[in-house]
């Protein structure tokens, strides 16, 4: 996977977790509500929402490390067959140097004197 491959999956797990947070939070807000000036309860919608956006981050910050290391092995295994592709064709190149000197080697024999 190319650099630009890791940074949008950089990009797209800050964006869920910054979503998840602010979901999380108008829910812990909306829970607060009710005007009847029980400040128990409304402390309680907060504390529960903040408890849910903790989880959420939490839960993002996973699933953005999961990917993260998914690119990066990704990654690897790209270079990894890169390297072998490589590989493979010095050794053909090679073989067909040798092929050459040799036809070269049996040509000059022929026209020796």
């Known amino acids: ?24 939070g108008a829910v ?4 607060c509500g009710g005007g009847n000036g029980d400040t128990t309860g409304a402390q309680e919608g907060v504390e529960r929402g903040l408890e849910e956006a903790k989880k959420g981050i939490e839960k993002g910050r996973s699933e953005a490390e999961k990917g993260l290391r998914k690119a990066r ?22 073989k067909e140097a040798e092929k050459g000197v040799q036809k070269a080697q049996e040509e000059a024999e022929g026209y020796s004197p």
């Open 1 to 24: 996977m190319s650099q630009d491959g890791l940074e949008r999956h950089h990009h797209r797990a800050k964006a869920i977790v910054v979503v998840l947070t602010i979901g999380l």
């Open 28 to 31: 812990a807000w909306s829970g």
């Open 73 to 94: 092995e990704e990654a690897r295994k790209g270079f990894e067959q890169g390297k072998e592709q490589a590989k493979k064709g010095i050794e053909k190149g090679v």
